[in-house]
């Protein structure tokens, strides 16, 4: 590319060397290429700048930081985002709370976003926009004049068609997408799923290139499987646990599950087929121990709340009919742990938990496998909801609705034999280092710089300008 990368992304890092999934990846491919990392300020502001804020230079790139208000955190990222377009993205339309506020207020931050990029930004850069925080933000771009290459990528499910019709009218999906050169998906399942979108748009093409053609504009929809570093979570998990006590404690039978508290990922219906497991074992003498670690995120949405409250009585009932004096059989921790101590704790599992009920990848599968040791590998039960299912054919697939399924799984797993379950992992293993992240970023970025540029624009702009 003959310009600059400019990525924008709700998050910013804020560490020297950042650590984790997309952050980390986004890290390592502006610290290669040079550019620019844009992201939100963590502080609210009384009245947000019109410019973007320098935070220092990182590894030969840029940070700058956009400012938020309270009200613009209430509208654009916990109502419209998280409270509109993430239920919608996960299959949750009944949790969906529409709002003229919240819509207004993701249109302005957006409007008001693309306005601070055109200041920093240059005809032939590259701009990589990141998840769906910022579905508008090409068209508020393009309404502005520019007009070099815009890619999306999507980081959790594509929503059905049915499930857009949550939306409100003025949340136009297919007009915002189209105002991108590529859109980057998880899955082939979410290409489908864009496809059909647009195949529902009067207007609307599939050219034989396979591109779509809506309007005057031609848009690339594609699947860039997302990964981790493979070699640093390896190296990771491969150092011992330290001398506090930790590995003493751990049982022989260790189940983990990590996720985020969030109504996605499928928790209490996790936690409902541990105690099934228990309830149905036949050698009461087995003490298997299921270790949740839910960080808290968005405590602010009354969903968030529910769910917590729910995974709390759900760990109590489980522990209370079960346990015994030197043993517990649900570890619930919500809180954070180190990146570092889970890999490690990922290798003294036996079965690795990841059930979520709609996800768009789930690293959490694949940093599971990547911490296994090769002659003793766990085994991994996943979900077919997640995203990391379509590469990770041989992990114990499951329907996390199905208790008994997930319950029967379990039983599975813990009595796998070591033949059985060093194919299952070296299949396994094979898609994560196929898919890291290093290729995932080069993929998409080759994808983009060899888009065509757009034919023309001039359509979008009165109507991008309008506030919904």
């Given at each position: 590319?003959?310009?600059?990368?400019?990525?924008?992304?709700?998050?910013?890092?804020?560490?020297?060397?950042?650590?984790?999934?997309l952050v980390y990846a986004l890290h390592e491919t502006l610290r290669k290429t040079g550019g620019i990392w844009i992201g939100s300020d963590p502080d609210l502001r009384p009245h947000a700048s019109k410019?973007?804020?320098?935070?220092g230079d990182q590894s030969n790139y840029r940070r700058l930081a956009f400012e938020l208000t309270q009200e613009d955190y209430d509208t654009f990222y916990l109502g419209f985002a998280n409270s509109v377009l993430w239920p919608v993205c996960h299959r949750r339309g009944d949790l969906v709370q529409i709002s003229r506020r919240y819509e207004k207020g993701y249109r302005r931050v957006n409007r008001h976003l693309a306005e601070q990029i055109m200041k920093v930004a240059e005809p032939d850069d590259l701009i990589w926009v990141h998840d769906y925080h910022f579905f508008p933000l090409a068209l508020e771009l393009r309404a502005l004049g520019f007009t070099g290459k815009l890619g999306f990528f999507l980081h959790i499910p594509f929503p059905a068609l049915g499930d857009l019709g949550a939306l409100p009218p003025?949340?136009?999906?297919?007009?915002?997408?189209?105002?991108?050169?590529?859109?980057?998906?998880?899955?082939?399942?979410?290409?489908?799923?864009?496809?059909?979108?647009?195949?529902?748009?009067?207007?609307?093409?599939?050219?034989?290139?396979?591109?779509?053609?809506?309007?005057?504009?031609?848009?690339?929809?594609?699947?860039?499987?997302?990964?981790?570093?493979?070699e640093a979570f390896v190296d990771a998990a491969s150092q011992e646990l330290d001398d506090t006590g930790i590995a003493r404690a751990l049982p022989r039978e260790l189940v983990i599950g990590v996720d985020r508290l969030d109504y996605s990922k499928g928790l209490p219906n996790r936690f409902r087929a541990f105690g099934r497991f228990l309830e149905m074992r036949t050698d009461k003498s087995r003490r298997p121990s299921l270790l949740q670690i839910a960080p808290p995120t968005r405590?602010?949405?009354?969903?968030?709340?529910?769910?917590?409250?729910?995974l709390e009585e759900l760990s109590g009932r489980v522990n209370g009919e079960n346990a015994d004096l030197d043993w517990t059989p649900v570890r619930y921790i919500h809180r954070n742990i180190d990146r570092n101590v889970l890999?490690?704790?990922?290798?003294?599992?036996?079965?690795?938990l990841v059930t979520p009920f709609a996800d768009g990848m789930n690293l959490v599968a694949k940093e599971y496998i990547a911490a296994q040791d090769p002659d003793d590998p766990g085994v991994l039960v996943l979900s077919r909801m997640a995203g990391a299912a379509e590469e990770m054919t041989q992990a114990l697939q499951v329907n996390p609705y199905d208790i008994e399924e997930m319950s029967e799984a379990l039983a599975r797993a813990l009595d796998m034999p070591l033949d059985e379950r060093k194919r299952r992992y070296a299949s396994c293993m094979e898609r994560v280092k196929a898919t890291d992240v290093a290729h995932w970023s080069e993929t998409y970025l080759k994808a983009l710089s060899a888009s065509r540029d757009k034919m023309s624009w001039s359509n979008f702009n009165a109507e991008a300008r309008s506030d919904a």
């Open positions: 590319m003959s310009g600059q990368l400019i990525v924008v992304s709700n998050r910013i890092p804020t560490a020297a060397t950042p650590s984790g999934g410019s973007l804020k320098e935070i003025t949340a136009d999906l297919a007009r915002w997408l189209a105002a991108f050169d590529l859109v980057g998906l998880q899955t082939r399942s979410d290409v489908a799923r864009c496809l059909e979108l647009f195949r529902s748009e009067f207007g609307a093409e599939l050219m034989n290139d396979g591109k779509i053609k809506y309007g005057e504009q031609r848009i690339a929809v594609r699947s860039f499987p997302i990964g981790i570093d493979v405590e602010e949405v009354s969903a968030y709340r529910d769910i917590r409250h729910e890999a490690k704790l990922f290798r003294k599992a036996r079965v690795g």
